[in-house]
């Protein structure tokens, strides 16, 4: 074998056929490669958990939770209210948009279980970062973050106050605005989420009851036909998320295109290459 690879390959300087034959090879094990390279891409895609923010005109029933856990590939369902928080870290704070969602939902989420006592705000670290950014820029150099703390399982002790909600989401009576509650901070990363600087915590089962009218919703994996996005949209729901949606679906489109092309140069480097050494005189003479 050896030695008919050498003969090929001084027979190359020798014949343009061998020539041809060895830019076709090349052109083949390339266009196979990125073949390959795709396929993966879009396997991982169709594997890897959706996670969809659906938005109603109305607060969300039991009803149309219990819907949502029916459809094909439904994995989670909880309600998501959308509120703001005012973080408080050593005499200084910042105000962030967050959402509220079940405690199941988060535990699920990030794969960890919420002890009982102070509660926990948990945040990507692309959320963290503009946290920083705001802490630092009224902090003096003696108020610095622990962040080793923050990203470890103890979590960054904070105070919190959770911002204003709408007239019909408050009980009688309720304050407009809570008051600081003892916390804890805690970075994190949500599997699969394919979302930046989120922002969440555990919301009671009455406020989410009462105030909710959007819902998070994850299933198993992705879809490459639109179904699954279309069941939701027959539901009655607005996707919040929808040019994360888009951006994903034209990502998939762009490796499609890739095996395609890489599988029409693969076969006209295939054929090229035996007809070649069908007719070609140099092969004989090997």
């Known amino acids: 074998m050896i030695n008919r690879i050498k003969y090929l390959m001084r027979l190359r300087k020798q014949n343009d056929a061998v020539k041809i034959m060895g ?14 390279y795709h396929t993966w891409g879009i396997y991982h895609y169709v594997k890897n958990p959706a996670e969809y923010e659906l938005s109603s005109d109305q607060i969300i029933t039991g009803t149309q939770i219990k819907t949502l856990l029916q459809t094909k590939n439904a994995v ?3 309600r998501q209210l959308n509120t703001s928080l005012t973080i408080k870290y ?31 705000i948990i945040l990507d670290k692309t959320a963290f970062d503009g946290l920083q950014q705001e802490w630092s820029g009224d902090m003096d150099g003696s108020a610095e973050i622990d962040i080793d703390q923050a ?19 408050k009980e ?18 949500a599997e699969g989420l394919g979302v930046e600087g989120l922002i969440c915590l555990a919301g009671t089962e009455s406020e989410l009851l009462k105030g909710a009218s ?7 994996g992705h879809d490459l ?8 949209r027959k539901l009655g729901y607005v996707i919040t998320n929808e040019e994360m949606i888009i ?7 762009r490796k499609l295109l890739h095996i395609r092309y890489g599988l029409m140069i693969l076969g006209v480097c295939l054929v090229s290459t035996f007809a070649l050494r069908k007719w070609g005189n140099i092969i004989r003479e090997v």
């Open 90 to 120: 050593r005499g200084k704070e910042a105000v962030v948009d967050a959402v509220l969602l079940s405690q199941e939902y988060i535990e699920e989420m990030f794969h960890t279980k919420l002890p009982m006592g102070a509660k926990r």
């Open 172 to 189: 009688d009576g309720e304050e407009t605005v809570q008051q600081d509650q003892p916390g804890r901070l805690i970075v994190d990363e």
């Open 23 to 36: 830019i076709l090879i090349v052109a083949g094990i390339v266009s196979a490669l990125s073949i390959l």
């Open 76 to 78: 989670r369902v909880s």
């Open 247 to 253: 951006k994903e679906a034209y990502e998939m489109e």
């Open 214 to 220: 959007s819902v998070r919703a994850k299933y198993s």
């Open 151 to 169: 990203e470890s399982g103890a979590g960054l002790e904070i105070r919190y106050a959770i911002g204003e909600m709408p007239s019909d989401q």
């Open 225 to 232: 036909d639109g179904l699954q996005v279309e069941r939701l």
